[in-house]
């Protein structure tokens, strides 16, 4: 059964909140998989907590990525 996006949206505050626990999380978002809709979690590193995270939030699938840390990038000139 596919999740619409509405699902997800409703899921994506819980699924931010259990996954804020293990103190990495720099991005939370939705994406599509298929015809269906997901929760991206993007990770800072990889702690031993972040293994005990849920694959679903409300029925609704959540997917982990980690990305690093965020850094500042050269500000173009205007």
């Given at each position: 059964?596919?999740?619409?996006?509405?699902?997800?949206?409703?899921?994506?505050?819980?699924?931010?909140?259990?996954a804020?626990?293990?103190?990495?999380?720099?991005?939370?978002?939705?994406?599509?998989?298929?015809?269906?809709?997901?929760?991206?979690?993007?990770?800072?590193?990889?702690?031993?907590?972040?293994?005990?995270?849920?694959?679903?939030?409300?029925?609704?699938?959540?997917?982990?990525?980690?990305?690093?840390?965020?850094?500042?990038?050269?500000?173009?000139?205007?």
């Open positions: 059964m596919s999740t619409s996006i509405e699902q997800a949206r409703l899921a994506k505050p819980k699924a931010k909140e259990i804020g626990s293990c103190g990495t999380v720099i991005g939370v978002g939705l994406i599509r998989i298929g015809d269906s809709y997901a929760i991206k979690i993007n990770l800072r590193d990889h702690v031993p907590e972040t293994a005990d995270l849920p694959k679903t939030v409300d029925g609704v699938k959540v997917v982990y990525d980690v990305i690093g840390p965020i850094s500042l990038q050269a500000v173009g000139k205007p």
